[in-house]
Nanobody, 122 residues
Framework: VQLQASGGGLVQTGDSLRLSCAVS????????MGWFRQAPGKEREFVGA????????EYAASVKGRFTVSRDNRNNMVYLQMSGLKPEDTAVYYC????????????????WGQGTQVTVSS
């Protein structure tokens, strides 16, 4: 199974951006998916997660109300819609897959994509 994140870029404060994560090589029950981010010199942190069907989501307090995780299981895609972007959202964003349960802990995720850079200018 491979995850390919895309959609990052340079935006201004207040802008919106949608990240995509393509899941390839998986057949059968979809993975639970998460989004994480890592800023320079900081620990990787949880952003949001979505369950297998897409009916349940969880978010970090710092992004709740601004970011939305969704998925399209037919096309094996997961999305992170980001709005009201702030300079502190600048980071490399990663999508990750978890076979067991929804979690905010990076250690619970088995498979990781390569990351996509999001830079928010002030």
């Amino acid at each position: 199974v491979q995850l390919q994140a895309s959609g990052g870029g340079l935006v201004q404060t207040g802008d919106s951006l949608r990240l995509s994560c393509a899941v390839s090589g998986r057949r059968g029950t979809p993975y639970i998916m998460g989004w994480f981010r890592q800023a320079p010199g900081k620990e990787r942190e949880f952003v949001g997660a979505i369950n297998r069907s897409g009916g349940q989501t969880e978010y970090a307090a710092s992004v709740k109300g601004r970011f939305t995780v969704s998925r399209d299981n037919r096309n094996n895609m997961v999305y992170l819609q980001m709005s009201g972007l702030k300079p502190e959202d600048t980071a490399v964003y990663y999508c990750a897959a978890n076979q067991e349960f929804m979690s905010a802990r990076a250690a619970e995720y088995d498979i990781w994509g390569q990351g996509t850079q999001v830079t928010v200018s002030s």
